[in-house]
C-alpha cells in the first residue's frame, strides 16, 4: 500500500483555499464597524463629542504651512526604497535554495577584523537598500528639524487622542472629517504619521542591524542586553506594519481629493490641477521597473561591484 506525498501545488492551493476565507470574512466585519459606528453617531453624546473634538488640534506657533519642494524627492524616494526592502525582505524570508551568494571583499578603503560573510543575493540587496533608506532618512531629520516641519508630524498636545477618536468614528461611518492636509493634519493621521517616522522606522532599523552581518556578534554582553530573538521577533510585525500602513494611506490619498493630494506629494502645491498627478505616474513606473528588476541576472553583476558572487 503506497501513499501519495502532496505536490507543491496541491500545497499552494490548500494555503489559498484557506486564505480565501479572508476577504469574505472581512467584508461581514467592515459592515459591522460600518453600522456600529453610525449607530454611535446618532447618539447625542457622541454627536456632542464629535461636535467638540471635529478631529483636528491646533498647530503650534509657527508651524510651517505646506510643503517644501525637497519633501516631494524625499516622499518619493521613501517610497521606492520601502517597496524594494518589502519586497527583498519576503524573498529573504520565502527563498529556501537562493539563486547566488555575495561575500564581501576585505580590502580596498573598507576594511575590518572580522573575517567576510557570505550571505545570499537577496538578503545583500536587502542590506543595501536599508543603508539607502537609513541615508533617506537622516537627509529627511535634519531637514524637517531644520525647517519646522516636524510641527506637523509630532504631536503638541493631550487633545490629539479625543480628535483621533472622533476622526476613526467619522472615517467608521463614512462620515469622514473635513481634509486639509496643506495646512494641518487631524489627529488619526497625526498619531499614524507620527508612529510611522518616530517608532516604526527606527524599530526597523534597530532590529534589522540586530540581525545583520554588521552586528558585533562576539559581545557577550551586549547580545544579552538584545538577544537577536528580539530582533526577529519584532522585524516581521514592524514591516506588517508599513505594508498595513501603505495600504490605508494610498487608499485615503485617492479616495479623499486624488488630484489636490497628489499636487501636496508630489508637486508641493495646492489646489487642482494634473501636475502632481503626472509626477506621481512617472514614479510609479520607476517602482514597477525596480520591482520587476529584482531579479538574479540583474543583481549579480551590481553585487559584484562590492564582493565576490557565488552561484
Same mark, same amino acid.
Given at each position: 500500500?503506497?501513499?501519495?506525498?502532496?505536490?507543491?501545488?496541491?500545497?499552494?492551493?490548500?494555503?489559498?483555499?484557506?486564505?480565501?476565507?479572508?476577504? #469574505?470574512?472581512?467584508?461581514?466585519?467592515?459592515?459591522?464597524?460600518?453600522?456600529?459606528?453610525?449607530?454611535?453617531?446618532?447618539?447625542?453624546? !457622541?454627536?456632542?463629542?464629535?461636535?467638540? &473634538?471635529?478631529?483636528?488640534?491646533?498647530?503650534?506657533?509657527?508651524?510651517?504651512?505646506?510643503?517644501?519642494?525637497?519633501?516631494?524627492? @524625499?516622499?518619493?524616494?521613501?517610497?521606492?526604497?520601502?517597496?524594494?526592502?518589502?519586497?527583498?525582505?519576503?524573498?529573504?524570508?520565502?527563498? $529556501?535554495?537562493?539563486? =547566488?551568494?555575495?561575500?564581501?571583499?576585505?580590502?580596498?578603503?573598507?576594511?575590518? %577584523? /572580522? #573575517?567576510?560573510? %557570505?550571505?545570499?543575493?537577496?538578503?545583500?540587496?536587502?542590506?543595501?537598500?536599508?543603508?539607502?533608506?537609513?541615508?533617506?532618512? !537622516?537627509?529627511?531629520?535634519?531637514?524637517?528639524?531644520?525647517?519646522? @516641519?516636524? %510641527?506637523?508630524? !509630532?504631536?503638541?498636545?493631550?487633545?490629539?487622542?479625543?480628535?483621533?477618536?472622533?476622526?476613526?468614528?467619522?472615517?467608521?461611518?463614512?462620515?469622514? #472629517?473635513?481634509?486639509?492636509?496643506?495646512?494641518? &493634519?487631524?489627529?488619526? @493621521? *497625526?498619531?499614524? &504619521?507620527?508612529?510611522?517616522?518616530?517608532?516604526?522606522?527606527?524599530? =526597523?532599523?534597530? /532590529?534589522?542591524?540586530?540581525?545583520?552581518?554588521?552586528?558585533? %556578534?562576539? /559581545?557577550? /554582553?551586549?547580545?544579552?542586553?538584545?538577544?537577536?530573538?528580539?530582533?526577529?521577533?519584532?522585524?516581521?510585525?514592524?514591516?506588517? &506594519?508599513?505594508?498595513?500602513?501603505?495600504?490605508?494611506?494610498?487608499? *485615503?490619498?485617492?479616495?479623499?481629493?486624488?488630484?489636490?493630494?497628489?499636487?501636496?506629494?508630489?508637486?508641493?502645491?495646492?489646489?487642482?490641477?494634473?501636475?502632481?498627478?503626472?509626477?506621481?505616474?512617472?514614479?510609479?513606473? !520607476?517602482?514597477?521597473?525596480?520591482?520587476?528588476?529584482?531579479? #538574479?541576472?540583474?543583481?549579480?553583476?551590481?553585487?559584484?561591484?562590492?564582493?565576490?558572487? $557565488?552561484?
Amino acid at each position: 500500500m503506497s501513499t501519495s506525498t502532496p505536490t507543491r501545488s496541491t500545497v499552494a492551493k490548500s494555503k489559498w483555499t484557506k486564505l480565501a476565507w479572508i476577504l #469574505p470574512v472581512a467584508l461581514v466585519a467592515l459592515f459591522a464597524v460600518v453600522l456600529a459606528a453610525k449607530g454611535l453617531r446618532e447618539l447625542p453624546a !457622541v454627536q456632542s463629542f464629535v461636535t467638540t &473634538y471635529p478631529g483636528e488640534s491646533e498647530l503650534p506657533r509657527g508651524t510651517p504651512v505646506g510643503f517644501p519642494a525637497w519633501l516631494s524627492w @524625499q516622499h518619493f524616494l521613501n517610497a521606492l526604497l520601502i517597496l524594494l526592502i518589502i519586497r527583498s525582505g519576503w524573498l529573504v524570508r520565502t527563498t $529556501t535554495r537562493p539563486p =547566488a551568494y555575495w561575500t564581501r571583499n576585505n580590502k580596498g578603503l573598507v576594511r575590518t %577584523k /572580522t #573575517p567576510p560573510t %557570505k550571505m545570499s543575493i537577496h538578503l545583500w540587496f536587502h542590506l543595501s537598500l536599508d543603508a539607502l533608506w537609513i541615508l533617506n532618512g !537622516v537627509v529627511f531629520f535634519v531637514l524637517i528639524f531644520a525647517t519646522g @516641519q516636524w %510641527k506637523r508630524l !509630532v504631536p503638541t498636545s493631550w487633545d490629539v487622542f479625543p480628535n483621533a477618536l472622533s476622526a476613526l468614528l467619522q472615517y467608521a461611518s463614512l462620515d469622514w #472629517p473635513s481634509e486639509n492636509g496643506w495646512v494641518n &493634519y487631524n489627529g488619526l @493621521q *497625526l498619531l499614524a &504619521y507620527f508612529a510611522t517616522v518616530f517608532i516604526a522606522a527606527p524599530l =526597523a532599523i534597530v /532590529t534589522g542591524l540586530r540581525m545583520s552581518s554588521a552586528w558585533p %556578534k562576539h /559581545t557577550a /554582553t551586549l547580545n544579552k542586553l538584545y538577544p537577536i530573538e528580539v530582533a526577529r521577533a519584532l522585524h516581521l510585525p514592524v514591516m506588517v &506594519y508599513f505594508v498595513g500602513f501603505i495600504i490605508v494611506h494610498v487608499t *485615503l490619498v485617492f479616495t479623499t481629493g486624488a488630484l489636490r493630494n497628489l499636487n501636496h506629494m508630489y508637486a508641493a502645491r495646492d489646489g487642482g490641477g494634473w501636475t502632481g498627478f503626472w509626477f506621481f505616474a512617472a514614479s510609479l513606473v !520607476v517602482m514597477i521597473i525596480g520591482w520587476l528588476a529584482v531579479r #538574479p541576472i540583474l543583481l549579480r553583476p551590481v553585487a559584484a561591484l562590492t564582493g565576490s558572487v $557565488t552561484r
